[in-house]
């Protein structure tokens, strides 16, 4: 079956970086453009950063764009999240997912003023 299993996330502080990773397993990962999406406490789903099946094109929501880079290995099925310069408004539950109704557990990602 499709497995997606986020893992990186943490406790940051401003303006600081992590590097979120999910493995994909259970499908043709190479196949599927591949999308983060966030859950900040209280607040419904935000779709973050999307990539095409090849890695050659990627979009971001605005208030992410020049900070985070999406990015993927199709030889190891992995899909990655570059963050930098986090913001406190960046804290939420990260998710990767194949499409609105397939994502992974989710990482925790808080970032302290």
């Known amino acids: 079956q499709v497995q997606l299993v986020e893992s990186g996330g943490g406790l940051v502080q401003a303006g600081g970086s992590l590097r979120l990773s999910c493995a994909a397993s259970g499908f043709t990962f190479s196949m599927f453009a591949m999308r983060w999406v966030r859950q900040a406490p209280g607040k419904g789903s935000e779709w973050v950063a999307t990539i095409n099946t090849g890695g050659g094109t990627t979009s971001y929501t605005n208030s992410v764009k020049g900070r985070f880079t999406i990015s993927r290995d199709n030889a190891k099925n992995m899909l990655y999240l570059q963050m930098n310069s986090l913001k406190p408004d960046d804290t939420a539950v990260y998710y990767c997912?194949?499409?609105?109704?397939?994502r992974g557990q989710g990482t925790q990602v808080t970032v302290s003023s």
């Open positions: 997912a194949r499409s609105s109704t397939t």
